[in-house]
């Protein structure tokens, strides 16, 4: 039962415009979203999260919206960089009892110089 | 400031035997996890331990085990491996409950 899905596994952009990752999710107990960078031989490396209160969370480049009804959250990265190449993986929690990170599948982004 | 170290960062074992793996949390951070990647999908969620103590267990069969010392260290435990146990194995620490887990370069297991 995958509770977090990323339907994308590839997606490519060109530099300088924008990357937008897609992420949904079915337990409706998730009340708490992070995005994670991967590189290759690498841990995850945080990224940015959102609380289930807000709708939106801004970080520099990064920006995530989170739309519950819809249980449906997004990564907007602008502008790409080639940098920004690496797989991206959505996670939700549940916010009390364990910190068990519920992990999608992952996309892998790559921006075409 | 050192992250999150793992050791070791890879390991071929052959089935059967038992395996040892270790994570040093970032200073000051007292929750460590572990988590399985296999290849093709995102972290499985293994152990949460906060304060020595486990907080969470995942869906893995009673040959996974862990613990955390009193410096917050922990070691994840594998007996009698299998090949489909293969895969980066990942820790990651946090501060306290509920704020932003992060997470060493893990170490790849091969069991062959």
């Known amino acids: 039962d995958q509770q977090v899905k990323q339907n994308s596994p590839s997606l490519s952009v060109q530099e300088g415009r924008i990357s937008i990752l897609n992420c949904d999710y079915t337990?409706?107990?998730?009340?708490?979203f992070l995005w994670y960078k991967k590189y290759p031989a690498e841990g995850p490396t945080f990224l940015i999260s959102i609380s289930s209160i807000k709708d939106k969370n801004e970080d520099g480049r990064f920006t995530v919206f989170l739309n519950k009804s819809a249980k449906h959250l997004s990564l907007h990265i602008v502008p790409s960089q080639p940098g920004d190449s690496a797989v991206y993986f959505c996670?939700?929690?549940?916010?009390?009892?364990?910190?068990?990170?519920?992990f999608g599948t992952g996309t892998r982004l790559t921006i075409i110089p | 400031d050192a992250g999150v170290t793992q050791s070791p960062t890879h390991l071929i074992k052959t089935r059967g035997q038992q395996v040892t793996l270790r994570c040093s949390p970032i200073?000051?951070?007292?929750?460590v996890s572990w988590y399985q990647q296999v290849l093709g999908q995102g972290p499985q969620f293994i152990f949460q331990?906060?304060?020595?103590?486990?907080?969470g267990r995942g869906n893995f069969p009673d040959r996974f085990s862990a613990r955390q010392f009193p410096n917050y260290s922990s070691e994840l435990n594998v007996n009698a491996l299998l090949l489909g146990d293969s895969a980066l194995y990942l820790c990651?620490?946090?501060?306290?409950?509920?704020?932003?887990?992060?997470f060493g370069q893990g170490t790849r297991l091969t069991v062959v």
């Open positions: 331990y906060y304060e020595k103590e486990e907080r």
């Open positions: 990651a620490s946090s501060s306290d409950t509920y704020t932003e887990a992060f």
């Open positions: 996670a939700a929690r549940v916010n009390f009892g364990n910190e068990k990170l519920t």
């Open positions: 337990n409706s107990m998730f009340d708490y």
């Open positions: 200073s000051g951070h007292k929750s």
